[in-house]
């Protein structure tokens, strides 16, 4: 990783978090379809191939996207996140909130997440996607 790639990641996690910010408007309008549109295309941003997902500013908003998308899709019937968005999320929330005490609320998508990638109780190798996977919440 280098200087210009950190900074391009940057800018681009800044794009990205405008459109988490636009799509949260659209649900609370009832613009499902656009809303899932304006996240897909927020992921989309994070997929450039310079973007260091792992990172702090992308790594916060692609779990805020995934879920967000996740939570469309299963209570609009939209399409839901790639198995790529999906694998990152998850090892981003294990990674960043290792414990309950931090991040709650990020925690308790964890075993959907493990459901949706095919992940068995106690770890292993993920499997192709699932869909009959129950949301943590409502």
Not at 123 to 129: A, D, E, T
Request: aromatic share 8%; with cysteine; charged share 25%.
């Amino acid at each position: 990783m280098n200087f210009i790639q950190s900074i391009k990641s940057y800018l681009v996690s800044l794009q990205a978090s405008g459109c988490v910010g636009k799509s949260e408007r659209l649900v609370s309008k009832g613009t499902y379809e656009e809303a899932s549109r304006v996240a897909r295309k927020g992921l989309a941003l994070l997929a450039r191939p310079y973007v260091i997902r792992n990172d702090p500013a992308a790594g916060s908003i692609l779990i805020v996207l995934t879920l967000q998308l996740e939570h469309l899709s299963n209570e609009h019937n939209l399409e839901g996140a790639s198995e790529n968005d999906l694998a990152d999320a998850y090892q981003l929330i294990k990674t960043i909130y290792p414990d309950d005490s931090k991040g709650k609320e990020y925690r308790d998508w964890l075993p959907y997440l493990e459901s949706r990638l095919g992940i068995p109780e106690g770890g292993g190798s993920p499997s192709p996607l699932r869909s009959s996977a129950a949301l943590p919440f409502r």
